[in-house]
């Protein structure tokens, strides 16, 4: 479970880190006809869906030590 948590946590970090570098890309040099405010659109849905995944993650790691603590006390 733990291992499979850290996955998901590095896969977050990469969609954000791969998201903001598309999204200054798109601020710094606009190609074609995508205009510049794509950029910030990039940036934002990246966050919001690194902080979904993210906050999904820890909340996942808390039921799981919550979990392994009833486990320990009950037995």
Do not use: H
């Amino acid at each position: 479970m733990r291992l499979g948590s850290r996955l998901i946590k590095i896969a977050a970090w990469t969609f954000l880190l791969l998201g903001v570098s598309s999204g200054i890309a798109t601020l710094v040099s606009p190609s074609g006809n995508t205009p510049r405010w794509m950029g910030v659109y990039f940036i934002l849905i990246c966050g919001f869906a690194f902080a979904l995944v993210y906050f999904i993650t820890l909340t996942g790691d808390l039921l799981l030590e919550i979990w392994q603590f009833l486990k320990k006390e009950r037995f």
